[in-house]
């Protein structure tokens, strides 16, 4: 934790530098180090946060807005430094200060550590919608766990995924503002007592939650909302009379088993393991944010039918799901409501996002468990799953199945609205996994399709490409994305045809000389294909690795053929429990061992797979490329931002008909996209046909020699359980989809031949991506879930 600055902020950037160095660091700028300057730079910023923080604070409470809380396990938001000096417009103060010192301010940005508070989208979405909430002033919260240890750091040792602590906290964390004063008490297991007709909870043990908070600053530095975090602590820090009986690890053990709660980001993006700990941080979040923003309602308001007309909170997936049955218990047990106005209001402040319809990843707890943890909130759960039952007698949908409480159709049942994250997953889950809840409450679930920001997506992370279009269209893009229309007639101006794709060949320059120090050489004139994204089955990362070896084979026998040069970009993590996945990272890494060092082939592919994939490599990666492969299979991706990211960037898409590709499809144009694949029916179709996967195989020679390559040992051994699963049961279709994919990459390989034709749809692909914008969806969520306003500063 940084020291609050002693003195008053200079109005003068770089006084302001030279102040915090000297006053908040104590350090002198003859000795200052790299970090030294970060932190002394990043307090600098963040006094200048302060002051329209507070403004926006005092604004909302003026106003009496109607305020968003967004409960999220997971806000992967990566370095803050940067968003902030770009949001306050000072990057090129920055840039002046640190180049008359003879430092680069780009290291010094890059010495930030990544947050990585998230797995993955889920995350990420939650980080992009922080940012256009302030952007666009919508007096908001985010409100999730301050680990101590985000996701795990993934370093390769032969091929092998290897996973190692993270430690974003090891060094101070400039951004935050520990609020000591700001804790409150988390029970959990006891019993459950009637008492004069009233029902109370009696926890058997506590644990405080404390508040940590980041302001988080909109563009132009306009509005600020606050991005707060809960750490766990023990209610005693040690057991003195043990210490002093010797007993020195038993004194400890309560706050090591206190802290574990906030310890460690649960690694996982689709299986929930580890139950206890893991149940025991969505009830610790959820109970520390529900209390804190029912204190912040009544010191406003004395009337609790209120709520919902001041307040609404949004679910980011089943994790906060427990806020429903919370909720209730503080109204009705609490403050006296009867139990049905209890669910009306808590209904009417709760919405819920749903982001998978993989069954194995939709989030169940054993009634034992949950009954032992939380008595009090599983007998609330058994009440709303009779009233349920009760008020639809004919119906099937039960809160409680099979010995679980299913998370999901809790969520459901305790929610305004429910929503998915892109169109066709919104309709996927009326006719899926929630059609009968649908048929209950018709029009309850919308859609809201996901978007990222802007100013971090285009802006920071691409400033050559936001120059050019600053200086074609002017730099109202940045706060309204949709100005990006304007360029369309540009993608036939010869003029900004070249410069576009000077822009795109700098940033692949950059690129190759960065993983050319992480060890790969590469061609900057090869074509930069990158598939980056949580590594798993249903997103296919085998399906372009054996398209790859595939490609290889018949470069290998025609040497000398009109191929185009590929760099094949590969970046990932596996949950660390999940051992196919795991398989296909060692499968990539193999398969660029031999692929890069043949001397037949190597002019013409090569294969990088950069370790330890993350928010800041994304911000590499996604400016230099110009292949964007979205291959998941039909239904199964919710929705995919990071194909935004792409698109909007400039790279063409190669995918299927999935998630959000059908938007980027519709609105970019297909000539612009490169699809391939069966649809979500003709997927459900397919795995009805009795060998599939053996009359793909058979039918298509490229796909049996590439298979028949692994399983020969071409690549090392190990990978029986890769090939004998797309041959064999082969769930995701990759085998069925492999003809229709290599058609279509080599599609694309054509379209790169005409380097102008190609540039013209890349322009075309940012011009038609605006729509993109996470400002538009928050809107959206504005006005369709939260009936929020916009408010601003007089
Ligand atoms: C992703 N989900 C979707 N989950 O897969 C993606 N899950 O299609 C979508 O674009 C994105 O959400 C945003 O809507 C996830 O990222 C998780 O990370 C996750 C984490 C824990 C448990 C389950």
Same mark, same amino acid.
């Given at each position: 934790m940084q020291e609050a600055p002693v003195h008053l902020p200079s109005e003068n950037l770089s006084d302001a530098i030279l102040q915090q160095l000297k006053? *908040?660091? *104590?350090?002198d700028a003859a000795h200052a180090t790299r970090t030294d300057w970060r932190l002394a730079l990043s307090l600098a910023i963040r006094d200048r946060i302060v002051d329209p923080w507070f403004a926006s604070t005092r604004t909302t409470y003026a106003k009496q807005g109607k305020r968003v809380y967004y409960l999220s396990m $997971?806000? !992967? %938001?990566?370095?803050?430094l940067e968003d902030a000096a770009v949001n306050l417009g000072l990057m090129d103060e920055v840039t002046a200060f640190f180049d008359e010192r003879g430092l680069d301010a780009k290291a010094v940005i890059a010495d930030e550590p990544d947050?990585?508070?998230?797995? @993955?989208g889920l995350g990420r979405l939650a980080a992009c919608f922080l940012e256009s909430m302030s952007s666009l002033g919508c007096p908001a919260h985010g409100y999730g766990i301050r680990y101590e240890h985000g996701l795990f750091r993934q370093s390769f040792d032969d091929g092998r995924q290897v996973e190692a602590p993270e430690d974003w906290?090891?060094?101070? =964390?400039?951004?935050e503002f520990e609020r000591a004063e700001v804790e409150y008490r988390i029970g959990f297991g006891g019993h459950v007592a009637e008492e004069n007709g009233q029902t109370r909870w009696y926890p058997g043990e506590a644990v405080l939650a404390r508040a940590y908070d980041t302001p988080v600053i909109g563009w132009k530095g306009a509005w600020a909302n606050t991005l707060r975090l809960w750490s766990a602590r023990p209610?005693? %820090?040690?057991d003195l009379s043990r210490f002093n009986a010797g007993d020195y690890y038993g004194a400890a053990h309560q706050e090591a088993l206190a802290r574990t709660i906030s +310890?460690?980001?649960?690694?996982?993006?689709t299986t929930d393991e580890g139950k206890r700990l893991r149940l025991k941080q969505e009830y610790f979040f959820t109970a520390a944010s529900l209390h804190d923003i029912l204190r912040r309602f009544d010191s406003e308001y004395? /009337? !609790?039918?209120?709520l919902p007309e001041k307040v609404a909170i949004q679910l980011? /997936?089943?994790?906060?799901?427990?806020a429903g049955p919370e909720l209730i218990r503080i109204l009705h047990?609490? +403050? @006296?409501?009867?139990f049905e106005q209890a669910v009306e209001i808590a209904r009417g402040c709760l919405a819920y996002t749903n982001h998978t319809l993989l069954p194995e990843a939709l989030e169940r707890w054993s009634v034992g468990l949950m009954a032992h943890l939380l008595p009090r909130h599983m007998q609330i759960i058994e009440r709303m799953d009779a009233l349920h039952a009760e008020a639809?007698?004919? +119906? =099937? &949908?039960?809160?409680?199945d099979h010995g679980d409480v299913h998370m999901g159709p809790l969520a459901f049942t305790t929610a305004h609205r429910v929503n998915g994250v892109s169109a066709l997953h919104s309709e996927l889950m009326k006719d899926t996994v929630f059609a009968e809840l649908n048929r209950l409450h018709p029009g309850r679930i919308v859609n809201q399709t996901n978007g990222v920001t802007p100013r971090r997506w285009m802006l920071s992370a691409n400033p050559r490409l936001s120059a050019l279009i600053t200086e074609a269209? #002017? /730099?109202?893009?940045? @706060?309204? !994305?949709?100005?990006?229309?304007?360029?369309e007639p540009l993608a036939e101006d010869a003029g900004f045809v070249e410069a576009f794709a000077k822009a795109k060949r700098a940033n692949k320059a950059d690129l190759a000389a960065y993983l050319g120090k992480e060890g790969t050489g590469v061609d900057p004139d090869a074509m930069f294909d990158v598939q980056i994204k949580r590594i798993h089955e249903y997103k296919r990362q085998h399906l372009n690795i054996l398209q790859t070896i595939a490609l290889w084979q018949e470069m290998k026998d025609d040497?000398?053929?009109?191929? &185009?040069p590929t760099l094949k970009i590969f970046g990932g993590k596996a949950a660390p429990g999940y051992f196919f996945a795991k398989d296909i990272i060692r499968l990539i890494n193999k398969v660029a061992e031999v692929v890069n060092r043949d001397p037949d082939t190597r002019h013409l592919l090569r294969v990088a797979y950069p370790a330890n994939y993350n928010v800041s490599l994304a911000e590499r990666l996604i400016p230099a490329a110009e292949v964007s492969q979205q291959i998941s299979?039909?239904?199964? $991706?919710?929705? #995919?931002t990071g194909n935004m990211k792409f698109a909007l960037n400039g790279a063409l898409t190669i995918g299927t008909l999935d998630g959000a590709n059908v938007e980027i499809r519709e609105l970019v144009g297909a000539e612009n996209f490169f699809l391939f694949g069966m649809t979500a029916e003709e997927v459900v179709a397919r795995r009805? &046909? $009795?060998?599939h996967a053996w009359q793909a195989i058979s039918a298509d020679p490229r796909l049996a020699r590439a298979l028949e390559a692994i399983r020969h040992g071409?690549? #090392?051994? *190990?990978f029986g359980g890769i090939v004998d699963n797309v041959s064999g049961p082969d769930y995701f279709l990759v085998s069925s989809d492999f003809t229709d994919y290599w058609r279509a990459s080599r599609e694309l390989d054509a379209a790169y031949r005409d380097p102008k034709a190609w540039t013209r749809k890349a322009i075309l692909n940012v011009a038609r991506?605006?729509?993109?914008s996470s400002d538009r969806t928050i809107r959206g969520y504005m006005a369709d879930i939260w009936d929020a306003k916009a408010l601003s500063v007089d």
């Open positions: 006053y *908040g660091l *104590g350090k $997971e806000f !992967l %938001i990566g370095r803050l947050a990585a508070l998230g797995n @993955g906290l090891s060094e101070p =964390h400039a951004w209610e005693q %820090i040690f +310890r460690v980001l649960y690694p996982d993006d004395d /009337d !609790l039918s209120l980011n /997936d089943t994790h906060p799901a427990i047990d609490e +403050r @006296g409501l009867s639809h007698p004919d +119906r =099937h &949908v039960r809160l409680i269209i #002017g /730099d109202g893009w940045v @706060g309204d !994305l949709e100005q990006l229309q304007q360029l040497p000398k053929g009109d191929w &185009v299979t039909a239904g199964k $991706e919710a929705s #995919g009805q &046909v $009795e060998g071409t690549f #090392g051994h *190990g991506s605006g729509w993109f």
